[in-house]
């Protein structure tokens, strides 16, 4: 007995018009446009400023090797970048959802945030960073760290699609695989360099196009002192709860304490649980828990003396009635800042 699903079939094959040909079935990868691997490679450069601008890279990993004297630019977001046996030559990388691997390099000046960050056999590197979790050197000598500090008006989109956040930045903390007894291969940069005087701006007249701004004030990424000496004993923790201008009273925030002096530290983005505002906020922790649901809490942590006072100022000031967490005075900040980091550092995994 034959099968009907088969008698079926045969059936519309043969009532299907003569002379016209069956096509080909079309899936959805098929549509998918055809991705060329040499337009997301920079490869046996010398001498040259090369890039890509804002849309041209679009998430896809990117390759940079062999490449000698060179300026490159890369104004867009992309899922991994790996650089390899480069020499002497001037690196930016927009957002990088996933990993930056330095591998067999030398006498290069970067600047680039990523998700992770790692740098095996290579000497003399100049970095300024955003990472979102502990850079990493192994087998290198004379690696340098900054604060990443750079805008143009598509980046704060670019580190949206990479899934970064700005205030998740772990430049200065660095792990190193493979210490020497009694040297230091990595240092920080000093506090007052100058990032365009290591990274300078790109002089062709196609990436001139892109309107950038190294000016510290204008960072896309909050400039941070990091693990860098602090001025003052006195710290002071301030907590904004997630709400429709989160972000923008953060960085408010941050532009009038700096202007007044004061020194922002360190930030964190991070998701909290009501347990979590118990262990964190203490005594204080039923004023915040209704705003927990709402997304994640935005840290900073602010330097200087006199600095709990003014925080306190310029948070009414600004917010108004608008929740935020401000340690109450000097004793207790230091207890308020351990306890939020310490959550946080474990929350992500640090």
Not at 141 to 152: A, L, M, P, R, V
Not at 315 to 335: C, D, M, P
Request: aromatic share 10%; glycine share 6%; proline share 4%.
């Amino acid at each position: 007995m034959g099968c009907f699903f088969s008698k079926r079939r045969n059936s519309e094959k043969e009532s299907q018009p003569k002379g016209e040909e069956e096509h080909p079935k079309q899936y959805s990868w098929d549509q998918r446009e055809k991705v060329d691997p040499k337009d997301y490679m920079f490869s046996g450069l010398k001498n040259e400023t090369v890039g890509r601008l804002p849309g041209k890279v679009a998430g896809q990993q990117f390759l940079i090797q062999d490449c000698e004297n060179c300026n490159i630019y890369i104004f867009d977001h992309s899922a991994t970048v790996t650089i390899d046996d480069c020499t002497n030559c001037i690196i930016f990388l927009g957002p990088v959802k996933s990993s930056v691997f330095f591998r067999n390099c030398g006498d290069c000046k970067c600047a680039l945030a990523c998700q992770q960050f790692r740098v095996r056999d290579c000497r003399k590197l100049e970095v300024f960073l955003c990472c979102a979790t502990q850079p990493i050197i192994e087998s290198s000598t004379n690696i340098k760290f900054g604060c990443f500090q750079w805008y143009y008006p598509e980046l704060a989109f670019q580190f949206k699609d990479a899934g970064l956040s700005i205030f998740n930045n772990n430049w200065s903390n660095i792990h190193d695989f493979t210490p020497v007894s009694g040297e230091l291969n990595w240092s920080l940069l000093p506090e007052n360099a100058v990032i365009h005087n290591h990274v300078p701006l790109p002089t062709t007249t196609e990436l001139k196009a892109v309107r950038i701004s190294t000016e510290a004030n204008r960072s896309i990424v909050p400039v941070t002192q990091g693990q860098r000496q602090k001025s003052s004993d006195e710290s002071c923790l301030v907590v904004l709860f997630a709400g429709d201008y989160t972000i923008a009273n953060a960085m408010k925030l941050i532009d009038e304490m700096v202007r007044s002096g004061f020194f922002l530290i360190q930030t964190k983005e991070v998701s909290m649980k009501a347990e979590d505002a118990q262990r964190v906020f203490q005594e204080r922790a039923p004023e915040f828990l209704h705003l927990l649901n709402k997304g994640p809490v935005i840290a900073l942590e602010f330097n200087g003396d006199g600095v709990v006072e003014e925080c306190q100022i310029v948070v009414n000031k600004i917010f108004g009635e608008t929740k935020t967490f401000v340690s109450q005075n000097k004793e207790i900040a230091s207890r308020d800042i351990d306890s939020f980091y310490n959550f946080a550092d474990i929350q992500m995994g640090i």
